[in-house]
């Protein structure tokens, strides 16, 4: 390996300055020629790489690394440089290859641990991940930012409270650094801790860390505790100092749709974006953010004209597939059906949600086969898609493929089971009754949210379980104590995507109540981001409660197996379920499912919660 003489060292040195006052430009002019001065020296190509990788010159800075790779095979402090560099360029599989390159040869390179854990997480690898961040630890384990990727981690694999502790031991460490105090605060509001959190944005506020985005997750905050009219006054000033920040738009849109009503002000949540179109200069992620509002909000054509804007500015695959989706809505098939070819063609089988857009249309224009076969091919992209694997179970039941019932199992996966009282309650009423009234002081919204399944009702802001009051958490004690109950009695079938991922135990993802009024229904949907999603009852209507069991009268009832109306198929429930108080409900969150409007002046309040499997 040939070394710099030392006036080759001096240049090396004075490129390193220049890049270190901020000027990159004439550090690469200085490496490009050291480099060619110096051929052979696998540290003048470093040198270069480095400097390229600074001005996003990815390709050339790779060139660089290879070559001085073959000059030095497997030097650690090239192959760290040449990872980071890689997960600079958004390729963090190959970054965790190069990292684990550099500790092979260098156990001791703490750069390599830490990249390594940063690239592991990245690319979900969190097992990977903890081990490497683990090593970094075990040599500095007052480390600041060895337990800010800690609880990098942690929250990756949804563990909040231990991420929410590793947060605040980078706090501890680095008590100047609001950053720790933030991400705190988005764990607190994660465990349902809402108060909990608004006193940690507190705390990064008062360390100098406010910006748009932490800002705008401390007004959702506000929502969740119930803060209505100061949340709305606050993101009229997060707009007002930035007014370019597009997701401030979504946020005021969303409070003004749910509640609108409960601030007195009647303006059309869409005239947010509307206003900003003609009052901002840089305007492309306002319209982008404006296009999904109007298709959250049904309102398809509107939205095509403002994608079509958008495409012509700049096309890509996904701006296709927001419009097709828009045009499919508004039952456009001939020009959605196009644009999804389209949009196949560039992406192929590489992405899940595209390809359940696609598997959409193919069910709604009869193409069983097809569907079947691209959801079959999300599945292979993302073997716990919940959305895949519905549309998988929608095109076997067209297609008489007896697959469909191997896969839902109506009667096994599907359970209705009584929940008893928590105890110190005399019986099941006395506790619905305090459960019913503590739920109703947070359904303050007067509609449903924009993106839910419900409508003619409301439900609760952020996070239900993990609240401070006493019902609340013996509530998730006892549907706990129930759910893992029934679930010791479930087979575990690893050829299986719901019974494999059975391991006795739970953990919450989400948890929150509804409330429907008269003629209030849940459309057919599944819930994507659970494994076993469900249905408690905590009040029903009279018309609902005494209908006699046998009954034909199938209003306020719960129903599984039957799509989504929009999908034009005609099929009916497999399965129907007449619900009872104290009773929980609980099925595959792939699972169509969806209730039966009622008519009475009587509200029915339900808790809904989705779970994944605990291994720890």
């Not at 979900?124 to 630890?137: M, V």
């Not at 303050?444 to 993106?451: H, K, L, S, V, W």
């Not at 009702?457 to 109950?485: D, K, M, N, Y």
Request: glycine share 6%; aromatic share 8%.
């Amino acid at each position: 390996m040939k070394p710099l003489t030392p006036a080759q060292q001096a240049t090396a040195a004075q490129a390193q300055k220049l890049r270190n006052a901020g000027n990159p430009s004439q550090a690469l002019k200085l490496a490009e020629d050291l480099a060619r001065q110096a051929r052979g020296a696998p540290d003048a190509l470093l040198l270069l790489a480095v400097c390229r990788a600074e001005l996003r010159d990815f390709d050339g800075s790779e060139r660089a690394f290879r070559a001085a790779l073959e000059l030095a095979p497997d030097h650690p402090l090239i192959l760290v440089n040449f990872a980071t560099m890689l997960k600079r360029a958004g390729r963090p599989a190959d970054a965790m290859q190069a990292y684990e390159r550099a500790i092979k040869r260098d156990p001791n390179l703490d750069a390599g641990w830490l990249g390594l854990a940063r690239s592991a997480c990245e690319c979900g690898e969190l097992t990977r991940a903890d081990e490497a961040i683990g090593r970094f630890l075990e040599r500095h384990p007052d480390s600041a930012t060895g337990w800010y990727e800690r609880g990098r981690i942690e929250r990756a694999g949804e563990a909040y409270e231990k991420a929410r502790d590793a947060f605040a031991r980078a706090s501890e460490l680095d008590p100047k650094n609001g950053l720790h105090d933030a991400s705190r605060a988005v764990m607190e509001r994660l465990m349902g801790r809402p108060d909990a959190a608004l006193a940690s944005f507190e705390k990064a506020r008062t360390k100098g860390l406010w910006n748009a985005e932490v800002e705008n997750t401390r007004i959702g905050t506000l929502l969740d505790c119930g803060q209505i009219e100061q949340a709305y006054q606050q993101v009229e000033s997060l707009l007002a100092r930035y007014p370019d920040y597009a997701p401030a738009y979504e946020t005021m849109a969303d409070i003004l749709w749910e509640y609108g009503g409960t601030l007195e002000i009647e303006t059309d949540p869409s005239d947010v974006f509307r206003k900003a179109i003609d009052q901002v200069d840089n305007t492309r992620e306002i319209r982008r953010a404006y296009a999904e509002f109007l298709l959250k909000a049904r309102r398809n054509d509107e939205a095509v004209e403002v994608i079509e804007t958008l495409r012509r500015d700049d096309d890509n695959p996904i701006l296709m597939t927001l419009q097709a989706n828009a045009l499919e809505n508004s039952r456009r098939f001939s020009e959605s059906g196009t644009l999804y070819r389209q949009a196949y063609e560039l992406l192929g089988d590489s992405r899940a949600d595209f390809l359940c857009a696609y598997v959409r249309h193919l069910l709604r224009g009869g193409e069983w086969q097809e569907a079947a076969a691209r959801a079959s091919a999300a599945i292979k992209v993302a073997p716990d898609n919940q959305e895949a694997w519905a549309y998988l179970a929608t095109a076997w039941r067209l297609l008489d493929d007896p697959r469909e019932f191997w896969l839902c199992d109506y009667e096994n996966a599907i359970t209705f089971i009584e929940v008893p009282p928590p105890p110190g309650y005399p019986d099941s009423e006395s506790y619905l009754q305090a459960l019913r009234q503590y739920l109703d002081s947070l359904h303050r919204a007067t509609r449903e949210p924009i993106q839910q399944s419900l409508r003619n009702g409301s439900q609760t802001a952020g996070r239900l379980f993990g609240r401070s009051e006493p019902v609340i958490g013996q509530t998730q004690q006892a549907l706990t104590s129930a759910i893992e109950q029934w679930l010791s009695g479930l087979a575990r079938n690893e050829e299986h995507p719901f019974y494999r991922r059975n391991t006795g135990r739970i953990r919450y993802t989400g948890s929150w109540s509804v409330k429907l009024r008269a003629s209030g229904r849940h459309v057919n949907h599944i819930h994507p981001q659970g494994w076993i999603s469900s249905a408690y009852y905590v009040s029903l209507p009279e018309s609902v409660r005494e209908t006699p069991a046998d009954s034909d009268d199938i209003s306020g009832c719960i129903q599984f197996g039957q799509p989504p109306d929009e999908l034009g198929l005609d099929l009916s429930p497999r399965r129907i379920i007449r619900p009872r108080e104290g009773f929980l409900a609980l099925f595959p969150s792939y699972m169509w499912h969806g209730t039966v409007p009622f008519e009475d002046e009587s509200p029915r309040m339900t808790i809904a919660f989705d779970m994944r499997a605990r291994s720890d």
